[in-house]
């Protein structure tokens, strides 16, 4: 390896963020608190433990997931309730507002649409920050666990990966076979998951998440949303995924109606012409 008599200097040439934010439009967010605070619970759903399960969230209405009997991870996926076409975009989130999101985030959707799909509006750890080890609650860095990888790494055929739960739980909710469900299924929003990269191999590390029974993270949907999440088989991440080795809790989704919202309305698609310069 030859180093460069300027390597030093290229090294110390101070970063720019990709993508300054500070001209998004803001969420109102002291409003939609204020609606949260006077939301009612209009559903209710369960995730098992390695499994995944559906809900749908009326726009402006909320989804509220917790933590119930341990210290449990999930991986949840996002779409337009009336066009599967417009799904969360993990990648674009990240490089908007960063690896891990934080109240007053959005959940962006893939392109042609690129709008808001969701804000985080509450989270109980909001107190963790960022620890010693670079790492965050709520990552958009990783994929999903699935069998896939699992096979190229131990060559296991382990089917309750948060892949195949998602693939099976969106199969069930819309009458499709999971091979037309799976092409659906998309890097997720890994909830309550504590990962952050290595600072000296630059790897992806998760470490037992700082999740407890009782602790919550609440997104207003901006529009109307299909939602999926699984209880990822890593339980908290503390070890392993892609096996039944770990710990693993339910996860509660709720979807809170709070009436009118005054002065909110849902986001229009975006606004680029879609020509392409043809
Ligand atoms: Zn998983």
Redo the contacts with the bound molecule.
Sequence with gaps: MIQPPDAEARRAVAPVICYPNDTLPRPDLAGYSAALARATVIDTVTVPPREAATFRVPAGGFFRIASVDGPQVG?LNLWHAEDLGERFYSGKTRALHGTHVNVGDRLWSSFPHLRPMATVVQDSLDWYGIDTFGGAVHDVIGT??DPYTGHLLSGVQYHQ??HSNLVRALAAELGMSPKEAEPHVHDVLNVFMCTGFTRDTGQYFMKASPVRPGDSWTCLAEVPLLGAL?A???GDCSAE?TSDAAACYPLRVEVLDAGDMPGWAPPARNGYDGSHGL
Excluded: A, T
């Design positions: 991986d999903r666990c990966c948060c699984s990822c088989p890593g995924h």
